[in-house]
């Protein structure tokens, strides 16, 4: 791996992300195995720092460190509370001297995993800074998506939703440009930024021609609190608009594939029965999930890492 | 730094005096005479008097900054009259006017009476300008008359706008009676949102909140109608995008009332700059892009701009490692002004030095009101001297402010100030 720390995908090497996606699927075979566990990253230790609430990538993460054997701490706090005493710094210090190897943290502000890296020495992985990057999601969607195809280079993905607010459409954006795939945004115009197409993507507000486009679906969470800025009208006129639904789903007579990174908010972006229909490949992400973080961890903590590290 | 009483006699040996009030450029001595200018020519040089070497450097009127932040009273752990008066003097600056967004902030009489009783120990001139609205709320005017007999030289909310029209609309109209500007920190709050940086390819690409260019223009050109509507002097402080640039160019064809400054930091950088997070780089109005940098320079060249001001925002090192979201708007800039806008401006774009050296002296102080003869026989010793051509680069060490909160640190810089000379005092930078 070029790289000490996994804190976006922009700009981050194509062969590295290849590899991950290949180290995965020799973790997805570990993880089909009656006993789940390698030696892999026996000794080393690993401080989940989270700071937001999270259920799934959290586990997700604990689950992976520990099919590693690595040990794992986890430490969960809202940032006012860190707002009220130790600072962000003296945390992250803090534990560093505990001699830890890596922090996987997920926090609220835009660049806080780079900031981290400022104070610290360890191995940072971001796990959701802001509204910034999530690139661990990012290959695990890349990974499932490599799992379905058989290839991401001229794969027509769309991305359906709150773009604006998404760091998971983001890293999307990033890794799936670097390994050559097309990518549609989709979603009400006052939820795509302004300069997205700046970003090498094409965006489309008309969700029937998309689908007729795409190979793929990434449909996002949509947030209720988006209607309070005027962003968003009613959760109503957004599944008029936006909804993958079954009955708009059978008005296109193809094969497509159906992504979420959850949470699934069932009803309002996604119908029940999409996300339970045999086209969607969600609960595949979950467990390509525990698969691709292996991968990142044992890459980045026990691989060697190749000349000319940063 | 070394800040000494000036001797009975101090000879200024040697330099090129650039002249921005007569346009004129003299290689010539000085000679100061219990802090007053004696002479100007060939002086001999005496035992008793104190020399100063100006073999290739330029002797000036002192600097004039009619924007900076000192946060006293309410944070002297940012900076203090005194502390900031240092940073000043690093600057070559000897003349500074503080907004009033202290804690509490100056909206009155006798506040400020205490910044002009402060200021009086400082070793630069210090000059308060006075809110506009009590508690810069927004909601009750100040009583300027009694303010400006106090010492106050203009008004201003900075840090935050006067929303309400109308309370802007008084303001103006008030002034008039007193024939002083009234300078609005423009930014429309309902565009900006909780925007920390300028909306473009760049904030897409860091995932941060960002608000557009006519957060800032929108509002100048508003407040460009009002003083037109009003007959009031108007200073738009740090513009920072091409948009406004334009609003004031065409008023000021027609207004002669209206007046612009430009910041070093929107001169010099521009958003791509951000892309590390860097909070330094925080600050109100955003850096914008290349464009907007342009025009600047542009405007700075043209004379769309009536002076170039630091808008010295001190921040505490905690409150600045915070991240980029969360940090507070501003960063200091007295120290680092000259190497960085002699470079933008007269290295980079070919502007004349002497043009620049009016923009740092005689513009700036004219706006204020403040008197222009600094090289008269008599006028008491208020210069600044600085080697043109320096090349450095800046660093931790340079700077005197009590905050540190600078993205020119590792930066290069041409032209460095060697001396400043101000109310009895010279300092050796």
């Known amino acids: 791996m070029r790289e000490k720390h996994l804190l976006g995908l922009k700009d981050y090497p194509a062969v590295d992300i290849q590899t991950i996606i290949d180290t995965a699927f020799s973790f997805k075979e570990v993880l089909e195995r009656p006993i789940k566990k390698v030696p892999s990253l026996n000794g080393k230790t690993i401080v989940n720092l989270f700071f937001e609430n999270s259920t799934r990538t959290r586990i997700s993460f604990e689950l992976a460190q520990k099919r590693l054997s690595a040990d794992t701490v986890n430490f969960s706090a809202s940032t006012s509370s860190l707002k009220k005493g130790e600072s962000f710094k003296d945390t992250a210090q803090n534990l560093e001297a505990m001699k830890i190897d890596a922090v996987v943290m997920r926090h609220p502000s835009p660049g806080a995993s780079l900031h981290l890296t400022k104070h610290i020495d360890s191995i940072v992985i971001n796990a959701g800074d802001g509204s910034h990057e999530h690139p661990t999601q990012a290959i695990l969607d890349m990974t499932s998506l490599y799992e379905k195809f058989g290839y991401l280079k001229g794969l027509k993905v769309a991305i359906i939703g709150d773009i604006s607010h998404s760091r998971v459409a983001l890293s999307n954006i990033y890794g799936l440009k670097t390994m050559g795939a097309q990518i549609v945004l989709c979603g009400p115009s006052t939820l795509i930024p302004k300069y997205a197409e700046d970003l090498g993507v094409k965006v489309n507000y008309n969700l029937d021609e998309v689908i007729e486009w795409a190979d793929a679906l990434n ?35 193809k094969e497509l594939v159906i992504m979420h990174p959850g949470p699934i908010n069932r009803g309002v972006e996604i119908d029940s029965a999409v996300a339970d229909s045999d086209q969607a490949i969600i609960l595949d992400q979950v467990l390509n999930g525990v698969a691709s973080r292996m991968a990142i961890l044992y890459l980045l903590l026990g691989g060697k890492r190749e000349e000319g590290k940063k | 730094m070394n800040i000494s009483k000036l001797k009975k006699q101090v000879i200024l040996k040697g330099g090129t005096i650039l002249d ?171 565009l900006k949102q909780d925007g920390v940086m300028h909306e473009g390819v760049v904030s897409t690409n860091l995932g941060l909140p960002s608000s557009p260019d006519i957060t800032e223009s929108n509002m100048v050109h508003r407040d460009l109608a009002l003083t037109n509507l009003t007959g009031g002097m108007l200073h738009v402080p740090h513009v920072s995008s091409s948009k406004s640039v334009e609003h004031i160019r065409i008023s000021k064809k027609y207004n002669k009332k209206v007046t612009a400054e430009v910041t070093p930091h929107h001169l010099f950088f521009t958003d791509d700059d951000l892309v590390n997070f860097d909070t330094n780089l925080k600050v109100a109005p955003p850096i914008r892009n290349k464009e907007d940098q342009k025009a600047l320079i542009k405007g700075v060249k043209e004379g769309v701009f009536d002076c170039i001001a630091t808008d010295h925002a001190p921040h505490t090192i905690e409150e600045k490692e915070a991240t980029f979201d969360l940090a507070p708007f501003g960063m200091i800039g007295l120290e680092s002004c000259f190497g960085a806008v002699n470079k933008v401006m007269v290295v980079e774009n070919k502007m004349d030095l002497l043009s620049l050296i009016q923009m740092l002296t005689i513009k700036p102080r004219s706006i204020m009101g403040f008197d222009n003869e600094l090289l008269d026989i008599g006028a008491e010793a208020e210069l600044t001297i600085f080697n043109p051509k320096e090349e450095w680069i800046f660093s931790k060490k340079n700077i005197h402010s009590r905050s540190k909160n600078s993205p020119f640190i590792g930066k290069k810089m041409v032209g460095r100030i060697k001396y400043a000379i101000a109310k009895g005092h010279l300092s050796v930078i």
């Open chain 2, 20 to 190: 921005p009030a007569r346009l004129t450029k003299n290689k010539s001595d000085i000679l100061l005479e219990n802090g007053k200018i004696q002479v100007i020519g060939k002086i001999k040089e005496s035992k008793s008097a104190q020399i100063v070497d100006c073999k290739g450097l330029v002797i000036t009127h002192g600097f004039c900054d009619i924007h900076v932040h000192f946060r006293e009273p309410g944070r002297e752990d940012k900076e203090t009259l005194e502390s900031g008066s240092m940073a000043a003097l690093a600057g070559g600056f000897t003349r500074v006017c503080v907004m009033p967004n202290t804690n509490p902030p100056i909206d009155s009489p006798e506040a400020v009476r205490y910044i002009i009783d402060r200021a009086d120990e400082c070793p630069v001139h210090i000059h308060p300008i006075g809110a506009i609205t009590k508690g810069q709320e927004g909601k009750e005017l100040t009583e300027m008359g009694a303010m400006l007999a106090e010492g106050a030289v203009a008004f201003s909310d900075d840090g935050l706008p006067v929303t309400n029209s109308s309370m802007m609309r008084n303001a103006l109209v008030y002034a008039t009676m007193f024939d002083i500007p009234i300078i609005n920190h423009a930014e429309d709050l309902c």
């Open chain 1, 219 to 253: 449909v996002l969470r949509i947030q209720r609190e988006r209607m309070v800025g005027g962003l968003l009208p009613s959760i109503r006129e957004y599944r008029t608009l936006f909804g993958i639904s079954t009955e708009r789903l059978s008005k296109h007579n």
